[in-house]
């Protein structure tokens, strides 16, 4: 598969869309590195800042974490500030145990400062960069057939397709997982600042409990009360007492303070 890899960082950093779509429905590997400089399609992408290619590889799961030998990662070979963004997205949304703070702090350095070009510039020049002219002017026909991939356009788009919708379903699992752990922390953080009670009114035909909250900031008795109150709509002066269940009667600010989360209590009132 070596051919179908350099094939692809070649027209990465041509910026052309239809021989890339060919090569990934072909199956190239889009994180593989160029055994000179350690270079991948997104590092040449970025580095002829092709906004288009740079972005379509992202999609297609192409790594912006990737480190030449030379340390370099995609977004400090470019100078386009578009393109350094769309990587910078990319790594703050992705998952990467293997990236460290040091490398996170340098993409977002290369965001907001433009990259010394003669730090980034990599000594190796392959012979695409050489002599473009030939063969980078065949047809995707003729590219296709000298790589002897399948001349059917149909089926090299059915092919990258099929690859594009599986990687998209892994970042969206990826998107999910993080949404997920976002929710169940704020969840478990106001979970934290706030007293939930099952709360129901004494003798009534509805048997079912409703649940009420009381931040910690604030768990007094005459909170309890008031918030019990207000979810019954009861006057004050038919209060006869809180109870906790099965049978305890809650008459001050200790009591109410020795609640647990999910506590069922019941508001007796006179009849």
Same mark, same amino acid.
Request: with cysteine; glycine share 2%; charged share 25%.
């Given at each position: 598969?070596?051919?179908?890899?350099?094939?692809?960082?070649?027209?990465?950093?041509?910026?052309?869309?239809?021989?890339?779509?060919?090569?990934?429905?072909?199956?190239?590997?889009?994180?593989?590195?160029?055994?000179?400089?350690?270079?991948?399609?997104?590092?040449?992408?970025?580095?002829?800042?092709?906004?288009?290619?740079?972005?379509?590889?992202?999609?297609?799961?192409?790594?912006?974490?990737?480190?030449?030998? @030379?340390? %370099?990662? *995609?977004?400090?070979? &470019?100078?386009?500030?578009?393109? +350094?963004? /769309?990587? !910078?997205?990319?790594?703050?949304?992705?998952?990467?145990?293997?990236?460290?703070?040091?490398?996170?702090?340098?993409?977002?350095?290369?965001?907001?400062?433009?990259?010394?070009?003669?730090?980034?510039?990599?000594?190796?020049?392959?012979?695409?960069?050489? @002599?473009? %002219?030939? *063969?980078?002017?065949? &047809?995707?026909?003729?590219?296709? +057939?000298? /790589?002897? !991939?399948?001349?059917?356009?149909?089926?090299?788009?059915?092919?990258?397709?099929?690859?594009?919708?599986?990687?998209?379903?892994?970042?969206?699992?990826?998107?999910?997982?993080?949404?997920?752990?976002?929710?169940?922390?704020?969840?478990?953080?106001?979970?934290?600042?706030?007293?939930?009670?099952?709360?129901?009114?004494?003798?009534?035909?509805?048997?079912?409990?409703?649940?009420?909250?009381?931040?910690?900031?604030?768990?007094?008795?005459?909170?309890?009360?008031?918030?019990?109150?207000?979810?019954?709509?009861?006057?004050?002066?038919?209060?006869?007492?809180?109870?906790?269940?099965?049978?305890?009667?809650?008459?001050?600010?200790?009591?109410?303070?020795?609640?647990?989360?999910?506590?069922?209590?019941?508001?007796?009132?006179?009849?």
């Amino acid at each position: 598969m070596h051919n179908l890899e350099e094939s692809l960082r070649e027209v990465a950093c041509l910026g052309d869309l239809q021989k890339l779509k060919m090569l990934i429905g072909a199956g190239a590997n889009l994180n593989s590195q160029n055994l000179v400089n350690g270079w991948t399609a997104l590092h040449w992408a970025a580095k002829r800042n092709h906004v288009d290619i740079v972005s379509f590889l992202l999609d297609c799961g192409a790594s912006s974490s990737i480190a030449s030998y @030379n340390g %370099e990662m *995609p977004a400090n070979v &470019s100078t386009s500030r578009e393109v +350094k963004e /769309l990587l !910078l997205k990319d790594i703050q949304n992705t998952e990467n145990d293997n990236f460290d703070k040091d490398q996170k702090l340098g993409v977002f350095e290369a965001v907001s400062h433009k990259v010394d070009d003669a730090t980034s510039k990599s000594k190796f020049v392959p012979n695409y960069l050489r @002599n473009p %002219e030939f *063969p980078y002017s065949e &047809s995707a026909e003729a590219f296709a +057939k000298r /790589l002897g !991939l399948s001349n059917s356009s149909s089926s090299l788009n059915k092919l990258w397709i099929k690859r594009l919708e599986v990687i998209m379903k892994i970042k969206l699992l990826v998107v999910l997982k993080h949404q997920l752990r976002t929710s169940q922390y704020l969840y478990l953080l106001k979970l934290k600042k706030t007293l939930w009670l099952k709360c129901r009114l004494a003798n009534s035909n509805e048997k079912d409990f409703i649940e009420i909250e009381i931040a910690h900031s604030c768990l007094k008795f005459e909170t309890l009360v008031a918030t019990c109150l207000s979810e019954f709509q009861i006057d004050r002066q038919k209060l006869q007492k809180i109870r906790k269940l099965p049978n305890t009667i809650i008459r001050n600010d200790r009591d109410v303070n020795r609640l647990i989360q999910y506590q069922e209590i019941e508001v007796v009132v006179d009849k």
